[in-house]
């Protein structure tokens, strides 16, 4: 009755506590009588599902923690497995013969050495890739902060002017060549100085 009343307090809920003993007549109850009568009419009053929705008897309780304690057993047997596995691995690289080891040491031997190498695989891959993508993002910087030649400077001059970029892409302007004979796009300026040498008016 103390661990009820405690558990009233720190957690503020509502509860109380009926105990028959084999030889009285009467039973026990906790904080009293009327107060228990009135929890537990308030208790069936509520619909049947939130009645068993947290509700536990003895056996319940002993089962759910038989099943807890299980769990935790079997955990803590893998765990020392793999200690002594972790210390077979050891004795083997410190020079111990393995000869010696049962089948089921020896499969699992394997099979932590195994994970090991993949381990390590998965991480030489990885380190790899990371190689490769600064290599590509170091190639891309210096591409992009390398001067232009002096070629390359005067071409891009060249095709930011318009009249250069109409005589690249004649077909824009219907210039036709053929027959040997050509003609001559009328959007050029006749009086420019550059043309004689291509389109010679006399």
Not at 52 to 70: G, T, Y
Not at 117 to 138: G, M, N, P, Q, S
Not at 142 to 157: I, N
Request: with cysteine.
């Amino acid at each position: 009755m103390k661990k009820v009343s405690e558990l009233s307090t720190l957690c503020d809920v509502k509860a109380c506590m009926i105990v028959y003993g084999p030889q009285e007549p009467q039973p026990e109850v906790w904080p009293s009588v009327p107060e228990a009568t009135r929890l537990l009419a308030r208790f069936k009053s509520m619909p049947e599902m939130e009645q068993c929705k947290k509700m536990m008897n003895q056996e319940e309780f002993l089962r759910q923690r038989v099943a807890k304690l299980q769990e935790q057993l079997r955990k803590q047997v893998r765990e020392n497995r793999e200690l002594e596995v972790a210390l077979l691995v050891h004795e083997g690289l410190a020079g111990r013969s393995l000869d010696d080891v049962s089948i089921e040491d020896a499969t699992s031997l394997a099979w932590t050495v195994e994970m090991k190498a993949k381990v390590v695989h998965d991480r030489i891959e990885r380190v790899r890739k990371e190689h490769v993508a600064a290599a590509l993002r170091t190639a891309e910087a210096a591409v992009a902060t390398r001067e232009k030649t002096p070629v390359e400077a005067a071409m891009e001059a060249l095709q930011r002017q318009d009249w250069f970029m109409e005589v690249m892409n004649p077909n824009d302007h219907n210039v036709m060549f053929g027959g040997g004979d050509e003609t001559i796009p009328s959007y050029i300026d006749h009086s420019s100085p550059w043309l004689d040498p291509y389109y010679p008016l006399n």
